[in-house]
């Protein structure tokens, strides 16, 4: 029977890393590759059988081309410290390699809960991301350093599964701003070739907005959907307002030394 790996990225994910890894200690092998976490996350991996790798971040593309070479077996499984198998994914996936597939690479669907409910609109539900099963040699990914995208090899169209994984992927409203912050700068070079303007910011932040919260339904997930649709309308509006701060090059007026002043002689 093909064999299968499974990887995690993390970086300082020591409150996710126990329950991603223990949905997936059903693979022939568990591959962590960390950016030199300074928290326990490769202490609770590798005390979990986990085989913790480390590489410098460079982008999630190249983290993720790192991890393709660090998975050993036929099929491979990638799966986020913020999501979690479902045994139906793990029986679907296992029968599936125990077979003939007909598909070489796989789309996995995503659940994901965030403030106490399912979302169902906002455009996470069925939410994909780049193929998540595949057959080691089958796939590469693009080197954009986040939301990248992926190459397929294998000359055979792409599959979906049936059952979704599980995304928590907030924990509080704290980790959404810091995800914000952290995904508009990693965003910044993909605009660089494009004209920018502060107009141009708003514009950009107001149409994500409208494009989570009305087009794809955000409103239906009540707080929940209008935190998601804010939270696209900051990062998009801060990456492009960061590009611009980047052109511009922003300077301090020069100044020069401020010295005591000396009086004047006494008569």
């Not at 955000?218 to 611009?244: H, S």
Request: a positive charge; aromatic letters at 14%.
């Amino acid at each position: 029977m093909a064999k299968i790996s499974a990887y995690i990225l993390t970086y300082n994910e020591a409150e996710k890393i126990e329950a991603a890894v223990q949905t997936v200690l059903w693979a022939d092998e568990v591959v962590v590759i960390d950016s030199f976490s300074v928290d326990r996350t490769a202490e609770i991996a590798t005390s979990l059988g986990a085989r913790v790798v480390e590489v410098p971040f460079h982008g999630f593309g190249d983290l993720r081309n790192r991890a393709l070479e660090a998975c050993q077996y036929d099929w491979i499984f990638s799966l986020d410290a913020d999501e979690r198998c479902t045994e139906e994914v793990r029986d679907e996936i296992l029968a599936l390699i125990a077979g003939t597939p007909a598909h070489d690479v796989y789309r996995v669907p995503r659940r994901s809960y965030m403030m106490g409910r399912w979302i169902k609109g906002s455009g996470w539900y069925p939410n994909f991301r780049q193929p998540q099963l595949f057959r080691k040699g089958a796939m590469r990914y693009t080197l954009e350093p986040v939301h990248e995208g992926f190459e397929n090899l294998s000359g055979k169209p792409l599959g979906t599964l049936k059952n979704a994984v599980w995304q928590f992927p907030f924990r509080n409203l704290e980790e959404v701003i810091k995800k914000m912050n952290r995904y508009s700068s990693l965003g910044v070079p993909k605009l660089a070739n494009k004209k920018v303007s502060m107009v141009g910011a708003l514009g950009h932040g107001f149409w994500s907005f409208f494009k989570h919260y009305v087009l794809k339904r955000g409103f239906l997930d009540g707080w929940a959907g209008f935190v998601i649709a804010f939270g696209n309308f900051e990062g998009t509006f801060y990456r492009y307002a960061k590009r611009y701060e980047e052109v511009q090059h922003w300077q301090p007026p020069a100044g020069k030394p401020i010295r005591r002043e000396t009086p004047p002689p006494s008569v």
